[in-house]
């Protein structure tokens, strides 16, 4: 069977085609055409998911992409269950935010480039999950990158924008440097057992005879690229300033692909991660530390699309929490939850902002609900996935990721404490944006107002489906006491060498998830009770210094500038203007001055007049009679 | 006719410059077209020449060899093997597109093309060569073509420019001819011819200098004629301290000449150190290779990327570019690992398309802007939007962007080394931030943003443009997805000269 490698194929047809004939197809049918390709790959990918056996392995090698002896890396795709997994929600979620766009970016002069990019976005992020080794793994993994950066400063007439791309970009290729040492550090410690391929399922077959010492440095190595990804501490820093880009691209990103990729990484490798205690211990902290800082942040932001951003970096938090204690399947389930409530929320708020011809500030919003019934029940809908309300999707895997952190033996009081805290301040945000969104007073501008609508229906079925994606795909793995979980049993297989969370005390899982509801409820009470911009406690606490210092993100953007850009480019310019000319070459430009000052001092001598040079001659003869008389 | 393949490669240009020189000088469009047209045998027998080529011989093909000067044992002698051969198609590729590049001069237009193919037949004919005094001879050919392009139809301080890049690589040339003068009278009978040189590599290694001091060091005959080498080549490389030039020489170039400066000549520094140092002195590249080329090519990455990132022309910051990127090759063949020189000598390859498409871009906007002052441009993306697509496909083919061709180079480069140096890998992969930065910086600022009024009517790049860079950016995808159509080329001989050079590791 050789389907797998029609899932990239399409989406890079469909790029190719729109770059190359794009103009004559016309925005609309080029807007097809691109839906088209990323829905055969949905068909495929659905394929493949109904026909992959649980413990089954497909692979699918292609050509031979470098080969230098010992070295041969593959071109190969291969799938399992985690693959078939990541391969729905990319090409699934991926196929309704093109839909979305259909209409989102119907009047946009780019739109074909638009496309375009957004069809390579689907290309690089199957190839990175359906990769065999890692360098082509690698390859997905600039690729991404590379299209987040054309898309986030895809309106690149704004200055701003253009700067929010390079910055993802270079915080990425920060990440990315520490990937490229971690996979240069594992092939030789491959090689040493003379496999040379960087191959995954090769590395599985000989992960037990490398040494732990270097697998912990290799790990932590390639986290540090796992963290550029999804935006982990400290490289998270990209991340929200990617909301300069159209707001399905944001949803693509923060939501479908990109980020999950690091997420992805860690669980491809969990059979090496799960060797090093000491990493997984670091993945956790920092995990759980995003999760809480990036949640404050959220606490104190006015733009519709920066609160949702760092939310997006919270929950990531939680994914990696979960990889830190060891429950790789519950980190892909709450991916898998998140996929859906986190594209929900960016797609309305896409609506809100389409609604309002563009406004961001959620001070200038307000009493939406009576505009845009649609939008507000699926932003309600999505709202309470990730705050964790009973039976929507967010709940069961938060609460299984809270459970994990409790009941592993690498989890800690302090850890879960933490993640709780997190827990309260979700609800604590995202009812906040709520509210100010869409009940109260109407604060929209009086031009906005007149043109206020709800969006298409071409935006509003993919909303819906996301919406109902919300609830439903949260029951795939629900406590014990329940109906058990499908899930665990899918991922089992492929997370057989790591550690699996606890399910035997049914009865403190549910005191766990009590305490976590009463955390939610009592941070949504707060926000229910902060609604009103106008409320006086409100008003005072957001002058207060906290407040301050959260709304400015902790000042970490300024720290960075002032640490390490600002030295990086004065050095640069130091090296460029005056070491460079001055010195290196101003030392060439010496000897050559020299030179030519002995030369001038060397032609003095050929004066031409006789009298020197009888002179000369006189006084040489003289000097050589006073030699050998002198003798 | 493929008996001498070889030489009609080389010397079809010099027909060419001849026909050219009998044209009448008005006629201008002529004098372009038969230019062209003598630059196409030397690229349809490259292709003949890569189709023909034996993968498996790690020695020497296509070989011609008579008497030339008898007395003195010189000989014509030419051939190709996995170290050169990638260099041959690389400048038969660039010479035939440089002619399209090069259609904008009109000043003195007979003299130029004669000269461009003098040059082209100097560039070929040191790449072919096989012997000494034939290989010191096209060096000397390709030089003064070279300095004359530069010096009549260069920007502003061409004068400048071109006497320092002539007197720096004079003085390479000097010491070169000294060093080819100690390795003929040092051999017997005397010979220039590079087989027989190479053959005879084990011949100095417990002669030590009469007068030099410091025995512990193990200086001997041999380290200091491959010094005298290496200076001379790492001048070309350019290798800091001597990259002054680079800098000064492509700015004042005309297009075309910095593609085939960037392009062809710098590649000839670490061809002869691999063809000359590496062969002929095995033992004193074992001694010298960590300082001179591995731990130089780690630092030629890092500075040239910093000055890179600093840099207000478009055209400097594309050379330090060059700088920073030839850093990969020395750093990989200071590895002796199979993957490090490979992907050094691929690197050459890659460099020499992608940096050429560099220059090819920035030709394209100074012809219309007529100025390349990095921060006078802004939202080119939005005027020119293929002539945008096309920089863009360049600028992160140079950034080692997975897929393309610079990748493939870097990484393997980076793999050999890691096992031998893993401080310079480590130096050398944090390039890749570097160059990150300092590129897309300059995509913000040139393509990216409000347009720039002045710029409004800039005309779209036009089809003889697009002719010149489509080519290579075909090459660069070709080779980043299926790298293998240039490293089975290499790997026979490289990997010959790995065997010989490893014994005599510190």
Redo the contacts between chains.
Sequence with gaps: MTLLRYIPLFPLAGALLN?FVGRWLGRRAAGLLACAAVGLSFVVSFAIFSLLRATEVLREPL?????????KIEIAFQADALTAVMLLIITGIGLLIHIYSLGYMGHDEGMVRYFAYLNLFIFFMSLLVLADNL?LL??G???VG?CS?LLI?FW????A???A??KA??VN??G??GF??GM??L??EMGRQGVWSLSVSELQNITHLLRPERVRLITLLLFIGAAGKSAQIPLYVWLPDAMQGPTPVSALIHAATMVTAGVYMTARLSFLFSMTPETLALIAWIGGLTAFFAATIAVAQNDIKRVLAYSTVSQLGYMFLAVGVGAFSVAIFHLFTHAFFKACLFLSSGSVIHALGGEQDMRKMGGLRRYLPTTYTTYLVATLAISGFPLTAGFFSKDQILWAVHSSPAGSTSLWTLAWLTAGLTAFYMFRQFFLVFHGKCRVDEPALAHIHESPPVMRVPLVLLALGSIFAGWLATPEFMWGSLWEGWLEPVFSAGGVANHAASEDEILFMGVTLAISAFGFLLAFLFRSPENKIAEWLSRSAICRLLAGKYYIDELYDFFFVRP??A???W???IC??GL??G??NGV?ERVRGGSLLGRQLQSGNVQHYLFAFLAGALALLAYFLGR | MTDHVLTYMTFFPVAGMVAVLLLPRERHDLIRWVSALFTVPPLLLAVWLFRNFDRANPGFQFIEKFDWIPAYNIQYFVGVDGISISMVLLTALLSFLCIFASWGIDKGVKGYFALFLLLDAGMMGVFVALDFFLFYIFWEVMLLPMYFLIGIWGGPRREYAAI?FF??TLFGSVLMLLAILALYFTTEPHTFDMTQLIAQSDRYGTTPLPFWPFDQLRWGFQHVVWMALFIGFAIKIPA??F???LPDAHVEAPTAISVILAGVLLKMGTYGILRINYSMFPEATGDLAFWFLGALGAWNII?GA??????KDLKKLVA?SSVSHMGYVMLGMATFT??GI??AVLQMFNHGTITGMLFLMVGVIYDRAHHRDIEGFG?V??IMPVYT?VSAFAI?ASMG???LSGF?SE??V??GA??KYPVL??LG??G??LT???L??TV?RV?????NEKYKTMPEINGRELFTMIPLAVIILIVG????VV?DLL?ASL?QLNQAVIPHLG
Aim: glycine share 8%; hydrophobic share 55%; proline share 5%.
């Design positions: 770059v050509f031979t992409w470098m080969e230098v002896a010992p070295l360098l690698f390859v993994w600039e690729g590379l950066y400063g690149y007439q704004d200055h924008n253009a700067i791309g390079n970009f270079i290729r920060i990315d440097f490229l040492l240069l550090l092939f030789w990086f480019t050095s640069a310019r090296l460029a203007q460079d000319p290196i070459d030392l060439v050559a | 320092k007197l720096y800091f301290p990259h002054t030039w500075y910093l000055c890179a990132m600093a840099q330090y199979p993957h490979n992907g939202g993306a939005a697509g992160f962007l997975p897929g493939i990484v393997l980076l793999l890691w096992q890998s480590v992969a944090s890749v931030i990150a930065g300092y897309l910086w913000q393509f990216l943003g409000a347009t997805v299926y790298p293998s490293l790997s990997e």
